[in-house]
């Protein structure tokens, strides 16, 4: 018989959690210990695991995010249109919302399940149950109620999107989000070189003219004692960028990316970039089997021009790739352009979502997440020869 247990902590998980058939690191234990001791004020995990009588055949990821205005909109808006766009948003989305995944990182990384062990109707309605029980001890223990649900993620060639009656009976509607940008890397890119060979005469001009502005800053990894001596500096650098972004639904504590060094060790990496022995950016990667994926980053805004120093920072992440044999650099969602400009391709992604409020909300939850994940007009750039 199939049936589910939620769990608290990563302490009480099985035994056999991480020996489950997944590679994705962010469904492992030791990224959940870090996400555990560091995540944002707001946001809160639990573990699904789905059992049959063999024993687990699936896991999911449910994070309970407590959404307010203050913490979705970073920079007030001062036209009347935009602030009565915020307002509506803020009434609509407020409030605790249950996300299947992972809202700090793109990507889908909170489900998986053994297909010969159980079909992906019965593992998607075991975790529609999960949530329920949730929903309701979530409102027995805090007295939240749940308005919110999310399925988090998903690439157009998932399987996931072939379970439409599924989606349809929960009254789940799915909405297109901005792409993830990925480079993917052919296997005769042994070097840099290879990289750079084959860029267009415009754009080995252009990564030229970056370098050469990047000059006088100095990239160095940061071990685990280091993050913590700077751990200030990181914070400062990587919350100039985020409040930038005008709209975000988190913010990371001071200690997570220490926390991530300590739970992940080599699988994490954090490299500083030091002018004149002050560190002026930082950017992150998480080693995802065969996969790069590029992670949190900032930068001195000031310096942020005159030294290209986020188009370098793509660069050093590209190059990264190339040199440890990844097959691919998972640029993330956002700044499609200047990505595009390093290789990295668009792959279209979507979300199932629905509000408790269906007979309100739901006709405008498409425009709500749309106003939070606005659809950008950009142009994309083909840096290699044809």
Do not use: C
Not at 63 to 71: I, K, M, N
């Amino acid at each position: 018989m199939i049936h589910f247990k939620i769990y608290n902590s990563v302490e009480n998980l099985p035994k056999e959690w991480n020996a489950f058939s997944t590679e994705d690191i962010f469904l492992k234990t030791p990224f959940l210990k870090a996400l555990e001791h560091a995540s944002p004020a707001n946001i809160s995990s639990y573990y699904v695991g789905v059992f049959s009588a063999e024993g687990l055949v699936g896991l999911a990821i449910v994070q309970r995010v407590e959404l307010y205005a203050q913490d979705i909109f970073r920079k007030s808006q001062k036209l009347w249109y935009k602030q009565l766009g915020k307002d509506l948003v803020a009434k609509i989305a407020k409030g605790n919302a249950l996300v299947v995944g992972n809202l700090m990182h793109t990507g889908q990384h909170g489900l998986s399940f053994a297909s010969e062990a159980i079909s992906q109707r019965d593992f998607l309605e075991t975790i529609t149950k999960a949530i329920a029980q949730l929903s309701a001890d979530i409102k027995l223990q805090f007295g939240k109620k749940i308005r919110i649900i999310a399925f988090k993620d998903y690439f157009e060639n998932d399987t996931l999107h072939a379970s439409t009656d599924f989606f349809r009976s929960q009254k789940l509607y799915k909405v297109q989000m901005q792409p993830n940008m990925i480079l993917n890397i052919p296997e005769h890119w042994k070097s840099t070189n290879e990289y750079t060979a084959v860029f267009n005469k415009k754009y080995r001009r252009r990564y030229a003219t970056a370098r050469k502005k990047a000059d006088p800053i100095i990239s160095k990894e940061l071990n685990l004692v280091e993050i913590e001596n700077h751990k200030e500096a990181i914070y400062g650098l990587y919350e100039s960028v985020s409040d930038n972004a005008g709209v975000n639904s988190f913010k990371l504590p001071k200690t997570h990316f220490y926390e991530l060094k300590k739970q992940l060790g080599i699988k994490f990496k954090l490299f500083g970039h030091f002018m004149d022995e002050r560190l002026v950016g930082f950017y992150s990667l998480i080693l995802n089997g065969n996969h790069l994926e590029t992670y949190f980053l900032g930068y001195d805004q000031n310096l942020q021009h005159k030294h290209q120093m986020y188009l370098n920072m793509l660069y050093d992440m590209a190059f990264f790739g190339i040199e440890q044999g990844f097959e691919s650099v998972i640029f993330a969602r956002t700044a499609m352009e200047i990505k595009s400009s390093v290789g990295a391709k668009p792959y279209a992604m979507a979300v199932y979502i629905k509000h408790s409020n269906t007979f309100l909300a739901n006709r405008i939850l498409k425009l709500i997440v749309t106003y939070m994940n606005p659809v950008q007009v950009w142009e994309e750039r083909h840096p290699f020869k044809d």
